[in-house]
């Protein structure tokens, strides 16, 4: 700690990330022990916490993360969507197919930013808001394929490729985000031809690098 930071916020921020890393919620213990403070310290932080419904407490008395953490993380999509623009419009633009971020919402791909190329006669109209379950398409696999490899990409190739999705019938190919703390979501393009140009799946690759850099 320095003398410009508050130990206080810090502890509670600490709270926060613990009780959203643990599936079960944590007791009042369990939380003394990993941030290495008294019972009593815990039980303020977790009193201030509820009064802005950031953490709620069960019958059995674990605390988890609570719904005041939605309202907040509905603010993080306009900034998203302003980080990952120029990265998603350049690719867009680049392979004349529109681009999208997409990001994890329960068991759902949830599209939070769309780009479509402005030369092409057609194209692929995908939506901002658009949602479907994780393994319909190559966004949610590609997420998928992260949870299953995680911090890296798969050797072979990096990326994901769907020659006709349920969504839309059109092709497409996803990259997952890597390297983001609390942030899981890909980045990739929907394309009206059945075939996929073989440079397409290393370019959302790129972009979904590119995206990444700018979210740190």
């Known amino acids: 700690m320095t003398a410009e930071t508050s130990q206080t916020l810090d502890r509670g921020v600490r709270v926060l990330k613990l009780l959203a890393d643990s599936e079960r919620g944590l007791t009042v213990t369990e939380l003394a022990a990993r941030l290495a403070v008294n019972r009593t310290v815990v039980y303020r932080l977790l009193a201030t916490l ?3 419904g950031l953490v709620r407490r069960d019958i059995g008395g674990r605390a988890r993360v609570g719904l005041g953490v939605l309202r907040l993380a509905h603010r993080v999509h306009p900034l998203l969507r302003e980080a990952a623009l120029p990265a998603l419009r350049s690719l867009a633009e680049d392979l004349g197919a529109t681009a999208h971020l997409t990001l994890v919402d329960g068991a759902e791909a949830l599209a939070v930013a769309v780009v479509e190329p402005s030369w092409t006669d057609f ?3 995908y939506r901002t808001g658009l949602r479907h379950p994780l393994e319909e398409s190559a966004a949610g696999r590609a997420i998928l394929e992260a949870r299953a490899f ?4 798969r050797p072979e190739q990096g990326f994901v490729i769907t020659r006709a999705e349920e969504q839309s019938g059109a092709s497409g ?6 390297g983001l703390s609390g942030i899981e979501g890909s980045v990739g393009v929907v394309m009206l031809n059945g075939l996929v140009p073989e440079r397409v799946g290393p370019r959302v690759v790129e972009a979904a690098t590119e995206v990444a850099d700018a979210l740190r």
């Open 150 to 153: 995680p911090g890296q990409r």
């Open 173 to 178: 190919a996803a990259a997952a985000l890597l």
């Open 123 to 125: 194209h692929v109209a």
């Open 50 to 52: 509820e009064q802005h």
